[in-house]
């Protein structure tokens, strides 16, 4: 069975960086891209960008660049995304998902709260 | 990057009722798009994807059409568990981009 387990919810302070794991089992790690999702209270889906497990190459939407870094280790099938100088415009849930052209599997989502 | 215009944002309908959602693409994406059903606290699940396949598991009530720049996604004979949000999202190359959504509610 595939599946994608992120970390716990996150309180941290403005401009405090924070990384987010996303363990995944059930399948081949290195065979499938994981991207990165934003959902804003109440709002829509953000694509954040991707990695590609198999040689670590990565694509970002140009909003993120900057503010999100993504990094694999291949020993435990882990994906990370590190957000850094953080504000409250980055308080929202975040999810990794599995990339098979669209997104076939969801992690449950990690809620990023950025307050003092 | 291409913009994604969903509708309607909201719509109540009643068990049984049949609905259809639309999804309009600011260029041509062939049938690249994909549709996401997400329930209140949950991640979103996949339903269809190259506009008109159901993905695993997915009820057949559920069905995809479109191509190009317009879409939509019609559940026939609505069941309970159907309400929550939808999304639909182009797949056709970074940077993906999703529809604003729309909540289906129990009338």
């Known amino acids: 069975e595939v599946q994608l387990q992120q970390s716990g919810p996150e309180l941290v302070k403005p401009g405090a960086s924070e990384k987010i794991s996303c363990k995944t089992s059930g399948y081949t790690f290195t065979a499938y891209n994981i991207h990165w999702v934003k959902q804003s209270h109440g709002k829509s889906l953000e694509w954040i960008g991707y990695?590609?497990?198999?040689?670590?190459?990565?694509g970002y939407n140009q909003k993120f660049k900057g503010k999100a870094t993504l990094t694999v280790d291949n020993s435990s099938s882990t994906a990370y995304m590190e957000l850094r100088s953080l504000t409250s415009e980055d308080s929202a849930v975040y999810y990794c998902?599995?990339?098979?052209?669209?997104?076939?599997?969801w992690g449950q989502g990690t809620t990023l709260i950025v307050s003092s | 990057d291409i913009q994604m215009t969903q509708s309607p944002a909201s719509l109540s309908a009643s068990v049984g009722e049949t609905v259809t959602i639309t999804c309009r693409v600011s260029?041509?994406?062939?049938?690249?798009l994909a549709w996401y059903q997400q329930k209140q606290g949950k991640s979103p699940q996949l339903l269809v994807y190259n506009a008109k396949t159901l993905a695993e598991g997915v009820p057949s009530r559920f069905s995809g059409s479109g191509s190009g720049t317009q879409f939509s996604l019609t559940i026939n004979s609505m069941q309970p568990e159907d309400f929550g949000s939808y999304y639909c999202q182009h797949h056709y190359g970074t940077p993906y981009t999703f529809g604003g959504g729309t909540k289906l509610e129990i009338k």
């Open positions: 260029e041509n994406i062939y049938s690249y």
């Open positions: 998902a599995r990339h098979w052209g669209y997104f076939d599997y």
């Open positions: 990695i590609y497990p198999y040689n670590g190459g990565t």
